[in-house]
């Protein structure tokens, strides 16, 4: 099914079932269950989500990503990147590791380790995209509805 055709509480579920799934086959296992929403983040950045300890919140303008995504691979494809780029700030965050900024040295090591290669320079970012472990991890991921 295609997002926008889910009920809100669907789309919450899917979001959670992608980052379970992630967390199986790129983290073996080791994160934590995160409570997720969709909600104005009156975010200045113009950024989908953001990890908060036990949370990953996405921005309204999630909604207007997955509208102008032409296929429901692409926005399977595009939420999973979004959810695993928040889950390298949660591995980060629960092992307790240090980076010089957000997303740092240590952040693009962890991000190119668990299928995410994610380039930055002074906290801009500049190229992001899966690796290879990464697309085979979200191939079949789709978004599903109670029918
Ligand atoms: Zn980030």
Redesign the pocket.
Known sequence: MRFEDLSFAEKIHNLQKFHKSLNKNLFNGELSNVMMDIRNLKNADP?FAV?HPGAILFDLNFYDLMDSCATQKKQACCAAQIIL??MI?QYIHEKGLKDSS??GTV?QREAEAHGLHSIYENECIKEERLTLIGCVAIENFRFTGKK
């Open positions: 950024c990890f780029h928040e700030h957000d997303h952040f």
